[in-house]
Nanobody
Framework: QVQLVESGGGLVQAGDSLRLSCTAS????????VGWFRQTPGQEREFVAG????????AYADAVKSRFTISRDNAKNIVYLQMDELKPEDTATYYC???????????????????WGQGAQVTVSS
């Protein structure tokens, strides 16, 4: 069973950058699609960005396009979410998730993903 651990969150000021890491262990991941989601208390979990572990296809929510970028270190089984030009509205708990498969559109609904990390808190002050 694949396990995911997010890290790299923290408290920053508006305009600063953070890089979140999602480290996978416990099984092969090269045939999975990776999704990044975020959630604030009382709200639905929101799709942020997605990437096929193999193949390099990506998708971004409109709110983060041109500011957030997914990258990978395949040798270490790590997917990164580089977050630049952070805004207070980016404040949330960020989760990485995996689903089987690399074909078709990258899913944006949380219930389409099978494995989830514990979340990493990102707080952006104005």
């Amino acid at each position: 069973q694949v396990q995911l651990v997010e890290s790299g969150g923290g408290l920053v000021q508006a305009g600063d950058s953070l890089r979140l890491s999602c480290t996978a262990s416990g099984g092969p991941v090269s045939t999975y699609t990776v999704g990044w989601f975020r959630q604030t208390p009382g709200q639905e979990r929101e799709f942020v960005a997605g990437n096929t572990w193999t193949g390099g296809r990506t998708a971004y929510a409109d709110a983060v396009k041109s500011r957030f970028t997914i990258s990978r270190d395949n040798a270490k089984n790590i997917v990164y979410l580089q977050m630049d030009e952070l805004k207070p509205e980016d404040t949330a708990t960020y989760y990485c998730a995996l689903r089987r498969g690399l074909i078709g559109p990258i899913p944006i609904m949380p219930n389409e993903y099978e494995h989830w990390g514990q979340g990493a808190q990102v707080t952006v002050s104005s």
